[in-house]
Nanobody
C-alpha cells in the first residue's frame, strides 16, 4: 500500500529557506507523478508544484514560481520542495500527493488518489 511521509517543516524567519521531503513507500516510485500542496488556516488547499515521473517536467503555481523548486530522487523514493524567499504568507501545512502515470495536467484541480498527512511550515520573525 502506498504511503507518503513528509518531513522538514519548521519555524523560519522571513526571507529564509527550507527544504521539505516526502518519502514514498509501498509502490514503484518512478511510476508516479507527484505534487506538493499547502493549506493555511481558513484558506482552501492550494496546489503549488508538480513533477512528472522522470522528473523532466515541472509545473508551479503563480504564488511560488521562481521561489520554490520541486525535484525528485528516484533512487531514494523521495520528492523534495526547496523553498526560498519565504514570507509569512507561505505559512501552511505542506503535503505531498501522488498518482500513477500522471503527467501533471491540471494538477491544482486533479483528484489525487494518495496524499500525505503534511508537515507544518511557519514563517515568522
Amino acid at each position: 500500500q502506498l504511503r507518503l511521509v513528509e518531513s522538514g517543516g519548521d519555524l523560519v524567519q522571513p526571507g529564509g529557506s527550507l527544504r521539505l521531503s516526502c518519502v514514498v513507500s509501498g509502490v514503484v516510485f518512478e511510476r508516479y507523478g507527484l505534487a506538493w500542496f499547502r493549506q493555511a488556516p481558513t484558506r482552501a488547499r492550494e496546489g503549488i508544484a508538480c513533477i512528472t515521473m522522470n522528473g523532466r517536467n515541472t509545473v508551479y503555481s503563480e504564488s511560488v514560481k521562481g521561489r520554490f523548486t520541486i525535484s525528485r530522487d528516484n533512487a531514494k523514493d523521495t520528492v523534495y520542495l526547496q523553498m526560498d524567499g519565504l514570507t509569512p504568507e507561505d505559512t501552511a501545512v505542506y503535503s505531498c500527493a501522488a498518482d500513477p502515470f500522471y503527467f501533471c495536467e491540471d494538477f491544482q484541480s486533479h483528484d489525487f488518489g494518495y496524499r500525505g498527512q503534511g508537515t507544518q511550515v511557519t514563517i515568522s520573525s
